[in-house]
């Protein structure tokens, strides 16, 4: 097999332009310590990320502002939601998650 140098550089460039921003905050911040208010703020990032992600799946739908009747996720949501704040579990969120949207969509597609 021959290795072509062009598609070998465009994997490492990939590989180093995915990795340094990855590595170096972690090796900044681990140097210096952070204000009480900067932690704070830090731990507000992930729910942001995940609260962001969800709204667009369940507040848009082919581009527009999405419907109750057109769009099954917003009652998977429903139990979702609860079992997050019943149980604090990831896993068992994504679980309840993922059987809700499977149930649904085979009940719509039953129908």
């Given at each position: 097999?021959?290795v072509?140098?062009?598609?070998?550089?465009?994997?490492?460039?990939a590989?180093?332009?995915?990795?340094?921003?990855?590595?170096?905050?972690l090796?900044?911040?681990?140097?210096?310590?952070?204000?009480?208010?900067?932690?704070?703020?830090l731990?507000?990032?992930?729910?942001?990320?995940?609260?962001?992600?969800?709204?667009?799946?369940l507040?848009?739908?082919?581009?527009k502002?999405?419907?109750?009747?057109?769009?099954?996720?917003w009652?998977?949501?429903i139990?979702?939601?609860?079992?997050?704040?019943?149980?604090?579990?990831?896993?068992?969120?994504?679980?309840?998650?993922?059987?809700?949207?499977?149930?649904?969509?085979?009940?719509?597609?039953?129908?």
């Open positions: 097999m021959e072509r140098w062009d598609v070998m550089v465009i994997i490492l460039g590989a180093l332009v995915t990795f340094i921003p990855r590595v170096l905050p090796v900044l911040f681990s140097r210096i310590a952070l204000p009480e208010w900067g932690i704070r703020w731990s507000h990032v992930p729910i942001s990320v995940m609260a962001a992600l969800v709204g667009q799946e507040f848009l739908h082919d581009g502002l999405a419907s109750l009747t057109e769009n099954v996720e009652i998977a949501a139990p979702t939601f609860l079992v997050a704040l019943k149980t604090r579990s990831l896993l068992g969120t994504v679980v309840v998650g993922i059987v809700s949207i499977m149930a649904l969509r085979y009940l719509v597609a039953w129908l």
